[in-house]
């Protein structure tokens, strides 16, 4: 009588985008799921995305349905990988069918951050001088900033973050605005000059937070990415993108939030802004943490009773005007 032989468990690939952000995010969750499931194995496969290879434009002009994420997605679609690990902040709301965000991790600082040039290290956002070029390629940032600093001036940066720091230190730029969770997770930490309070910008949807990504149908994965989950991460998470989902709004849209949690109860303030800062809609709402989405949308039907749906259209146009 022969003995069945079981097979090896198989092999989770694990896709990620080739920047080095990414790259750090894909490898620490790699780590993460391989200390929780020592018997298997967990590769990475790497790709690059329309947003990365499109560097000569303003991010809002290109379009964001998937801009970060497409490529990742079809290679799940096909088969090829497994899941995909994103900065949650440029995943769309809506994913394509068959696919599912899957979990989320634990957030870093959410905030935004001031990075100047050597010349300001005596400065402060609110005490750098007139005409001094800020860079960013939010418009989130851009109308939040200049709503509250209009004697700035403001220029589009792209690339990666060794790129804009480059920009930076070569005297392109006099101050940069970028994610505090990126350049901690790169351990660039030292390199942030002030962390900006929400009372000036909002940070983005998901910012500071990791989202996996995989196939709906993929039982073992989801029940695999569960070990990762970081509850309250994601429900604030959950009512920021229901928030930003009920908006219509894109990633590159002047959208900006920020939650909290204290004793089961979620606060979420979210605002809209038109590009120019002029125009602001502004609300919070709070409810219980176990309906994080339907606070998200109940912030939403507040901002669009407020004017919200007139300052996006007017977005939207000036978005697609060549």
């Known amino acids: 009588m022969s003995l069945a032989v079981s097979s090896p468990p198989r092999t989770i690939r694990i896709g990620s985008r080739k920047s080095a952000l990414a790259l750090v995010q894909t490898y620490w969750v790699q780590e993460q799921l391989q200390k929780h499931f020592p018997d ?26 998937g801009l970060f994420t497409k490529e990742l997605e079809t290679g799940m679609l096909n088969q090829g990988i497994d899941l995909a690990v994103h900065s949650l902040k440029d995943l769309p709301t809506n994913l394509p069918e068959g696919l599912v965000l899957g979990v989320v991790t634990e957030r870093e600082n959410p905030a935004d951050a001031l990075v100047v040039h050597a010349k300001h290290q005596d400065k402060q956002l609110e005490t750098l001088p007139a005409g001094a070029v800020i860079g960013t390629s939010s418009l989130r940032r851009l109308a939040q900033l200049r709503h509250h600093y209009p004697h700035l001036a403001f220029k589009d940066v792209r690339g990666n973050l060794n790129t804009r720091l480059a920009k930076l230190d070569e005297g392109e730029y006099d101050a940069l605005i970028l994610a505090a969770a990126g350049l901690q997770r790169l351990d660039m930490a030292a390199r942030i000059h002030q962390i900006i309070p929400p009372e000036i910008s909002l940070h983005a949807v998901g910012q500071g937070a990791l989202g996996i990504e995989c196939r709906s149908d993929d039982q073992e994965v989801l029940d695999l990415l569960k070990a990762l989950e970081h509850l309250p991460t994601a429900q604030r998470c959950y009512a920021e993108r229901a928030f930003l989902r009920d908006l219509e709004g894109g990633c590159q849209v002047p959208i900006g939030v920020n939650t909290e949690i204290v004793d089961d109860r979620l606060t979420l303030t979210g605002i809209v802004a ?37 300052i996006l259209a007017e977005i939207f146009a000036e978005i697609q005007r060549p």
């Open 274 to 310: 038109s590009i120019d800062g002029q125009q602001i809609v502004q609300g919070t709402v709070t409810g219980a943490a176990t309906e994080a989405e339907q606070v998200g949308t109940l912030l939403a039907n507040d901002l669009r009773a407020k004017g919200a749906t007139k």
């Open 40 to 65: 298997r194995t967990f590769e990475v496969e790497t790709m690059s995305t329309q947003g990365d290879k499109i560097l000569d434009v303003a991010l809002s002009k290109i379009g964001d349905k």
